[in-house]
């Protein structure tokens, strides 16, 4: 089992430009390697168009062809960068066109805001105390909030911004035993409240972004008034960005925490299987629903639960919203809150009563907090818990 760690790390002013280098010269290998990918394919497909070349030759470069061909090609700046550093942007790469073969987007160009991080593999990196050492770099101070288990793998160098972070992925080897499933809950996610549970519970959403909007609007307004490629205007993109970082990372803690409180109290986690990027082609609903982050927390719950060994499912969604629990349609628009059902007189709020058939939607047999309900016993439910 793998596990990321992440630290903060302090370079000085003459490793911090050696690290900007290093970006910038691995952005460009990037770029001239998907060049080439692109020109060669162009190529054989204008040669089988006009039948002018064997049919046993490749219509695509691989990862080993550039590999192989990468020592004898390297530039003086290249040289400066550890070679599996190097290898590694080729395997980043030959990724991105094993996924597109897979049926996702085709890459495409990293300019510098879009390419931030490059990684050590095997070697060239060194953890001792509170320094850190990168081949070809040099010694800078690490923050290492907590100790590590397991055998360090890889480390990856991130830039956020103006700041620096040390990404390590740890392989541990003990085993971890799964938990007796005595506890199970079905989380429905929705917008009015971050999640509902099966026993009634409900977190509302934070909505970080929402309530910094005004901040956000005044900062890019004052960039949209720098002048172009003068130096006030990058000062003041960082500015934005530094806004888009603080939501980013209040979110991120909101889920952590969120998820570990799921995971403390529940063995088995039933959430519904959204397609949440077919969700957001919706303009009206798109901004709340990137701003809730369902996706961030429902990953951030499933790597606890293999930690901790629990489980989670994933359920299809359909006719949740639609249903009764005794099993009767009671069809509804989304500004409808309230599940009313004409055949059982059941009165819930509609997402208390999804939570509830998501959960049982679940493989296993162990009975949800929730039980049986009747009318009378509901009423209570309808406000917040």
Same mark, same amino acid.
């Given at each position: 089992?793998?596990?990321?760690?992440?630290?903060r790390?302090? @370079?000085?002013?003459?490793?911090?430009?050696?690290?900007?280098?290093?970006? %910038?010269?691995?952005?460009?290998?990037?770029?001239?390697?998907?060049?080439?990918?692109?020109?060669q394919?162009?190529?054989?497909?204008?040669?089988?168009?006009?039948?002018?070349?064997?049919?046993?030759? @490749?219509?695509?470069?691989?990862?080993?062809?550039?590999?192989?061909?990468?020592?004898?090609?390297?530039? @003086?700046? #290249?040289k400066?960068?550890?070679? #599996?550093?190097?290898?590694?942007?080729?395997?980043?790469?030959?990724?991105?066109?094993?996924?597109?073969?897979?049926?996702?987007?085709?890459?495409?160009?990293?300019?510098?805001?879009?390419?931030?991080?490059?990684?050590?593999?095997?070697?060239?990196?060194?953890?001792?105390? /509170? %320094?850190?050492?990168?081949?070809?770099?040099?010694? /800078?101070?690490?923050?290492?909030?907590?100790?590590?288990?397991?055998?360090?793998?890889?480390?990856?160098?991130?830039?956020?911004v103006?700041?620096?972070?040390?990404?390590?992925?740890?392989?541990?080897?003990?085993?971890?035993?799964?938990?007796?499933?005595?506890?199970?809950?079905g989380?429905?996610?929705?917008?009015e409240?971050?999640?509902?549970?099966?026993?009634?519970? #409900?977190?509302?959403?934070?909505?970080?972004?929402?309530?910094?909007?005004?901040?956000l609007?005044?900062?890019?307004?004052?960039?949209?008034?720098?002048?172009?490629?003068?130096?006030?205007?990058?000062?003041?993109?960082i500015?934005?960005?530094?806004?888009?970082?603080?939501?980013?990372?209040?979110?991120?803690?909101?889920?952590?925490?969120? %998820?570990?409180?799921?995971?403390?109290?529940?063995?088995?986690?039933?959430?519904?299987?959204?397609?949440?990027?077919? /969700?957001? &082609?919706?303009?009206?609903?798109? &901004?709340?629903?990137?701003?809730?982050?369902?996706?961030? *927390?429902?990953?951030?719950?499933?790597?606890?639960?293999?930690?901790?060994?629990?489980?989670?499912? *994933?359920?299809?969604?359909?006719?949740?919203?639609?249903?009764?629990?005794?099993?009767?349609?009671?069809?509804?628009?989304?500004?409808?809150?309230?599940?009313?059902?004409?055949e059982?007189?059941l009165?819930?709020?509609?997402?208390?009563?999804?939570?509830?058939?998501?959960?049982?939607k679940?493989?296993?047999?162990?009975?949800?907090?929730?039980?049986?309900?009747?009318?009378?016993?509901?009423?209570?439910?309808?406000?917040?818990?």
């Amino acid at each position: 089992m793998n596990k990321a760690y992440t630290f903060r790390i302090y @370079p000085k002013r003459n490793e911090e430009i050696k690290l900007n280098r290093t970006l %910038s010269i691995c952005r460009n290998l990037y770029n001239e390697s998907l060049e080439e990918r692109r020109e060669q394919a162009e190529l054989n497909r204008i040669r089988r168009e006009f039948q002018v070349f064997p049919w046993s030759l @490749p219509e695509w470069i691989t990862y080993e062809d550039q590999q192989n061909a990468l020592p004898d090609s390297k530039t @003086p700046l #290249q040289k400066q960068v550890h070679s #599996q550093v190097l290898q590694n942007v080729l395997k980043r790469l030959d990724r991105s066109f094993q996924n597109f073969f897979r049926g996702f987007g085709y890459p495409r160009f990293k300019s510098r805001s879009r390419y931030n991080t490059f990684t050590f593999p095997q070697k060239g990196f060194e953890l001792d105390g /509170m %320094s850190l050492w990168l081949s070809k770099i040099g010694t /800078m101070r690490i923050f290492q909030h907590r100790k590590m288990a397991g055998k360090v793998k890889t480390c990856t160098i991130k830039k956020d911004v103006d700041q620096w972070y040390a990404i390590f992925v740890v392989e541990i080897d003990t085993k971890i035993e799964k938990v007796p499933i005595e506890t199970k809950t079905g989380i429905d996610v929705g917008l009015e409240a971050l999640i509902t549970l099966s026993n009634g519970k #409900q977190v509302e959403p934070p909505q970080f972004y929402r309530k910094s909007e005004d901040t956000l609007a005044w900062e890019q307004r004052k960039l949209d008034r720098k002048r172009a490629g003068s130096k006030n205007r990058n000062k003041q993109k960082i500015k934005v960005a530094k806004v888009h970082r603080r939501i980013r990372n209040q979110r991120k803690n909101f889920n952590h925490k969120t %998820s570990h409180e799921i995971i403390d109290n529940y063995d088995h986690i039933v959430y519904e299987d959204l397609q949440i990027q077919n /969700m957001v &082609k919706n303009h009206c609903l798109a &901004k709340s629903i990137l701003d809730a982050g369902w996706g961030q *927390l429902i990953r951030f719950t499933a790597y606890k639960a293999a930690y901790a060994g629990k489980t989670i499912e *994933l359920v299809d969604p359909h006719d949740t919203s639609q249903t009764c629990l005794c099993g009767a349609k009671v069809f509804k628009d989304l500004s409808v809150r309230i599940h009313v059902c004409p055949e059982c007189g059941l009165i819930l709020t509609r997402d208390h009563v999804s939570a509830i058939l998501i959960g049982n939607k679940g493989t296993t047999t162990v009975p949800t907090d929730c039980g049986e309900f009747t009318p009378v016993e509901t009423e209570p439910l309808l406000c917040k818990t």
